[in-house]
């Protein structure tokens, strides 16, 4: 027999997801403990929920995979076989389907595009800035600055002057970084920039005074002037997502952390290996972070029942730790484990880094 434990390990499930296959009446285990509900498999159930993996991985519903499964135990390749060649053609007309919205999409896109988007930008920017405090809020955004070729307009970091302050932001989809600098000298409309990351690197090596930064955009050309050096280069040619949209999420529930203590945690606790969700993309550590009544957060091996867990990319939170740069942090874990995680920190609340979180139910 083997535990649930093992099971998932060798079968690519996960807990929770032979806990709802159970529930769901697809894969049964042959015994369940009548004292502690543990569950425990027999060894022919393991090509079983190896299959069970490799269905859901193609996305066939359930009510199919439970014909697929009753088959395969029972030899009726034929039913299998017509099983799997309906799943393929539904498949393909949902193809030929989503590839017939984007396509006017597209169109509209098309028809909504600024004729002047790629011409040479007119937007002018002078502003004075603290130099430390510019630093630090390079430092809290920079690790969540894209890197796919595919998406250039995310390969950098947006520079959002409006009145009296800058924001800049970072994102590569999957986590997001905000932090605010108090600025003084632009008077102007709201002007975004999105700098590329060698650039924003730049820059930071120049910011180690307390003399004030002198950040300046005319056209296609960004300075930045620290003492009596100076860095420049050219912007990115690319619209920056509206994130202002993207932060805008309903209070949840805010637990304060203590940093060293919480680090330790996630770098020592049970992880859960993640395969990759896109094509170029790797296998992800996952923390699965928990909620007790007490305000308390762990880390755990698997997610609850009623929702008071949700999973973390391990290396992702670890870097928005870092970049916080405190002692202590408010977690706000929203009110649905498919809620992004935001790591804030209590002094500052511009400054802010959201995780995407990871599905636990596969």
Same mark, same amino acid.
């Given at each position: 027999?083997?535990?649930?434990?093992?099971?998932? %390990? @060798?079968?690519?499930?996960?807990?929770?997801?032979?806990?709802?296959?159970?529930? &769901?009446?697809?894969?049964?285990?042959?015994?369940?403990?009548?004292?502690?509900?543990?569950?425990?498999?027999?060894?022919?159930?393991?090509?079983?929920?190896?299959?069970?993996?490799?269905?859901?991985? +193609?996305?066939?519903?359930?009510?199919?995979?439970?014909?697929? /499964? #009753?088959?395969?135990?029972?030899?009726?390749?034929?039913?299998?076989?017509?099983?799997?060649?309906?799943?393929?053609?539904?498949?393909?007309?949902?193809?030929?389907?989503?590839?017939?919205?984007?396509?006017?999409?597209? =169109?509209?896109?098309?028809?909504?595009?600024?004729?002047?988007?790629?011409?040479?930008?007119?937007?002018?920017?002078?502003?004075?800035?603290?130099?430390?405090?510019?630093?630090? +809020?390079?430092?809290?955004?920079?690790? =969540?600055?894209?890197?796919?070729?595919?998406?250039?307009?995310?390969?950098?970091?947006?520079?959002?002057?409006?009145?009296? +302050?800058?924001?800049?932001?970072?994102? @590569?989809?999957?986590?997001?970084?905000?932090?605010?600098?108090? #600025?003084?000298?632009?008077?102007?409309?709201?002007?975004?920039?999105?700098?590329?990351?060698? /650039?924003?690197? #730049?820059?930071?090596?120049?910011?180690?005074?307390?003399?004030?930064?002198?950040?300046?955009?005319?056209?296609?050309?960004?300075?930045?002037? &620290?003492?009596?050096?100076?860095?420049?280069?050219?912007?990115? =040619?690319?619209?920056?997502? @509206?994130?202002?949209?993207?932060?805008?999420?309903?209070?949840?529930?805010?637990?304060?952390?203590?940093?060293?203590?919480?680090?330790?945690? /996630?770098?020592?606790?049970?992880?859960?290996?993640?395969? +990759?969700?896109?094509?170029?993309?790797?296998?992800?550590?996952?923390?699965?972070?928990?909620?007790?009544?007490?305000?308390?957060?762990?880390?755990?091996?698997?997610?609850?029942?009623?929702?008071?867990?949700?999973?973390?990319?391990?290396?992702? /939170?670890?870097? #928005?730790?870092?970049?916080?740069?405190?002692?202590?942090?408010?977690?706000?874990?929203?009110?649905?484990?498919?809620?992004?995680?935001?790591?804030? %920190?209590?002094?500052?609340?511009?400054?802010?880094?959201?995780?995407?979180?990871?599905?636990?139910?596969?």
């Amino acid at each position: 027999m083997r535990s649930i434990g093992e099971m998932a %390990r @060798d079968s690519g499930l996960g807990v929770s997801a032979l806990r709802f296959y159970d529930r &769901a009446g697809v894969l049964v285990p042959a015994w369940v403990d009548p004292v502690s509900g543990y569950r425990w498999y027999a060894p022919e159930q393991l090509d079983e929920a190896r299959l069970l993996a490799r269905l859901r991985r +193609a996305g066939m519903p359930l009510a199919d995979i439970r014909l697929v /499964l #009753a088959g395969w135990t029972g030899a009726d390749t034929d039913l299998v076989r017509k099983l799997l060649q309906a799943h393929v053609r539904r498949l393909e007309m949902g193809l030929a389907e989503t590839c017939s919205e984007f396509s006017t999409l597209r =169109a509209l896109l098309d028809h909504r595009e600024n004729p002047m988007t790629s011409s040479p930008r007119t937007g002018t920017v002078r502003l004075s800035l603290p130099a430390p405090e510019l630093a630090t +809020a390079l430092d809290a955004v920079r690790f =969540a600055a894209g890197q796919d070729p595919e998406l250039p307009m995310l390969g950098g970091v947006l520079f959002d002057v409006e009145g009296d +302050a800058l924001h800049v932001v970072a994102t @590569d989809r999957y986590r997001m970084a905000v932090a605010r600098v108090d #600025a003084v000298g632009h008077d102007e409309p709201r002007e975004q920039v999105v700098v590329p990351a060698p /650039l924003v690197d #730049a820059m930071r090596a120049l910011l180690g005074d307390d003399e004030p930064a002198r950040f300046a955009v005319e056209a296609d050309r960004v300075t930045l002037e &620290a003492g009596k050096r100076e860095v420049s280069g050219e912007r990115l =040619a690319h619209d920056f997502p @509206d994130y202002r949209r993207l932060v805008q999420l309903p209070a949840g529930r805010r637990i304060v952390v203590d940093v060293p203590a919480f680090r330790q945690a /996630l770098e020592t606790g049970p992880v859960r290996v993640t395969e +990759a969700s896109e094509p170029g993309r790797t296998a992800r550590d996952v923390s699965v972070l928990a909620t007790t009544d007490d305000r308390t957060v762990t880390v755990c091996g698997d997610g609850d029942e009623d929702g008071n867990s949700v999973g973390v990319d391990r290396g992702f /939170l670890l870097d #928005a730790l870092a970049a916080a740069d405190r002692d202590r942090l408010v977690l706000e874990f929203g009110a649905a484990p498919t809620a992004p995680l935001a790591i804030r %920190r209590a002094d500052d609340e511009g400054t802010f880094s959201l995780l995407m979180p990871v599905r636990l139910d596969h």
